[in-house]
């Protein structure tokens, strides 16, 4: 249909082409017609004037003015090339030579200067002019009705064209409405099933499947579907599985956990009174060894007296854990001088070290409220862990600036290191760093957890950079706006 329109536009197109070329032949043969009418009446008026006048000049207008005539009429006959105007070809034809016989009659007559011929022909002339104007009425009329009928035959084309282009864009729509419904039943459906199916695999139901008999892309496409949701299925259930296992893993280790808390907790406080009476006995054995002189068992006294301060500090950390993790590390803030007990420390620190020299600097300090018992643990267990990664002879350093809204205290010193992935993790509850050689650091892995958690108890932060083989410097801040 496509295509019979296109040969319908061109058709149409060639019609009116034919139909332009028609008329202006139409319209020069009407001008040529007027010419001819113009002609006949100047020729009687010039033979009049030349019957009364005898002037020669006349004579040469009469002859110009019939040549004129044969001319038009000959220029005429040229357009009328028409089969269904033959007949008036015809007729045309024959005026013409008829008129041409009378001109060169008339002529003929005025060159003999006879009045008697002049008049006879003049007649004669008359009478043929009457077959021409009647022959140019003939053919005036024939261009009327050929107007007419190219006119009816353009719009009858316009017409054709009209209706085939309705015909076609009907029949366009119905194909296009055929199409959508035939598409519909063989993608859009199959499609949405798809995608409610694949909806409900996304909200976990794998049980629902798709018709895959097709061999089509849909069909591949649904029979990947069911597969897919299949693997996902098992896969799910797989992993179910798992995480009941690991939830249950966790739920035992959470259990051993709390055990283990529960343990600490009730073993140093258990603990902690025979620790005390021992250390009291020892005291009370040291002085009598004093009195005595029996200095070798005073040495081992000395020794038993350490050892026991040691024990001392692993139940007291023990302690803090079990107060920590329970929520019952409290806090006592009063107003410190933050400065002195940081000088008071590191000199009680360098007092038991005599292998290491411990340097304290900084800038004046505000008095700011903070707990000083649980202060002063946080700068112990910094300087002795510096002082016990550090090389023999070498140097700690501690140094405390006053900012605007917290004081920063550092502790640098010249130990091994930490490697870079250990950073964050040192800060964690029993947790120890290993060596090059997979050798865990001496300790307990409780000493840096409590820190953190006194100062994050503050509203500070704690933090470390170091890098393996050059040392680490340990930060902590504590804010000055701390009430009381």
């Given at each position: 249909?496509?295509l ?16 332009n ?15 001819v009418?113009?002609?006949e009446?100047q020729i009687e ?13 006349t ?6 003015h019939?040549t004129d ?8 006959d ?10 008036i ?8 030579e ?10 003929d ?8 011929e ?5 007649q004669?002339w008359?009478?043929?002019s009457?077959n ?13 009705n ?18 085939v282009?309705?015909?076609?864009m ?16 063989i993608?859009t ?8 199916v ?5 909200e976990?139901?794998?049980?629902d499947?798709?018709?895959a ?15 897919m ?7 799910y ?9 690991k ?10 956990e709390r055990?283990k808390?529960?343990f600490?907790?009730?073993?140093s ?12 006995f020892?005291?009370?054995l ?5 009195e ?7 040495k081992?006294?000395v ?9 001392t ?23 410190t ?17 005599v292998?290491h ?8 300090l ?7 018992y ?5 700068l ?11 090389p ?5 350093e501690m ?10 205290v550092?502790v ?7 490697p ?5 993790r040192?800060?964690e ?6 060596d ?5 650091f001496?300790?307990l892995?409780m ?5 953190s ?5 503050h ?23 701390n009430?009381g």
């Amino acid at each position: 249909m496509i295509l019979m329109l296109i040969y319908l536009l061109f058709y149409l197109s060639l019609a009116r082409d034919i139909i332009n070329t028609n008329n202006e032949r139409i319209m020069r043969v009407n001008l040529l017609t007027s010419k001819v009418y113009e002609l006949e009446k100047q020729i009687e008026v010039d033979l009049l004037s030349y019957r009364f006048n005898k002037n020669i000049s006349t004579l040469e207008l009469i002859e110009q003015h019939t040549t004129d005539i044969y001319l038009a009429l000959d220029e005429m006959d040229s357009y009328l090339q028409s089969e269904s105007g033959r007949e008036i070809r015809l007729n045309f034809i024959t005026s013409k030579e008829r008129a041409l016989d009378t001109r060169n009659d008339l002529i003929d007559a005025i060159n003999s200067n006879s009045d008697v011929e002049i008049n006879r022909n003049y007649q004669k002339w008359l009478l043929k002019s009457q077959n021409i104007n009647a022959t140019l009425q003939d053919l005036t009329n024939y261009n009327l009705n050929t107007l007419r009928r190219s006119s009816d035959v353009y719009e009858r084309a316009i017409s054709n064209v009209y209706n085939v282009a309705l015909l076609t864009m009907i029949s366009t729509l119905v194909l296009v409405v055929i199409l959508f419904f035939y598409l519909r039943n063989i993608i859009t459906i199959p499609i949405k099933r798809i995608t409610d199916v694949a909806s409900r695999i996304s909200e976990g139901h794998f049980g629902d499947k798709l018709d895959a008999a097709s061999s089509d892309e849909l069909g591949v496409l649904a029979k990947n579907l069911n597969k897919m949701a299949l693997n996902l299925q098992v896969n799910y259930h797989r992993l179910e599985r798992e995480v009941r296992q690991k939830e249950d893993a966790l739920l035992k280790g959470r259990e051993l956990e709390r055990r283990k808390d529960d343990f600490i907790s009730m073993a140093s406080h258990e603990l902690k009174t025979p620790v005390t009476s021992i250390k009291v006995f020892t005291q009370i054995l040291e002085r009598s060894s004093k009195e005595k002189g029996d200095i070798t068992a005073l040495k081992y006294l000395v020794r038993m007296g350490d050892q026991i301060d040691r024990l001392t500090n692993i139940i007291n950390e023990l302690l803090d854990v079990s107060r920590i993790q329970t929520g019952r590390l409290e806090l006592n803030l009063e107003p410190t001088s933050l400065r002195n007990l940081i000088e008071e420390t590191c000199e009680n620190i360098q007092a038991t070290v005599v292998d290491h020299k411990i340097k304290c600097y900084g800038d004046e300090l505000d008095i700011i409220n903070i707990d000083k018992y649980r202060t002063g643990q946080v700068l112990v267990n910094l300087l002795t862990n510096a002082v016990k990664y550090s090389p023999s002879g070498g140097e700690v350093e501690m140094e405390y600036k006053n900012r605007p809204d917290d004081v920063l205290v550092s502790v640098r010193d010249q130990g091994i290191g930490i490697p870079e992935e250990y950073h964050d993790r040192i800060f964690e509850r029993f947790y120890r760093v290993y060596d090059k050689n997979e050798k865990t650091f001496p300790g307990l892995g409780m000493g840096l957890y409590i820190s953190s958690e006194i100062i994050k108890k503050h509203g500070g932060r704690i933090w470390v950079e170091s890098k393996e083989g050059e040392g680490s410097t340990f930060y902590f801040t504590l804010p000055k706006n701390n009430v009381g």
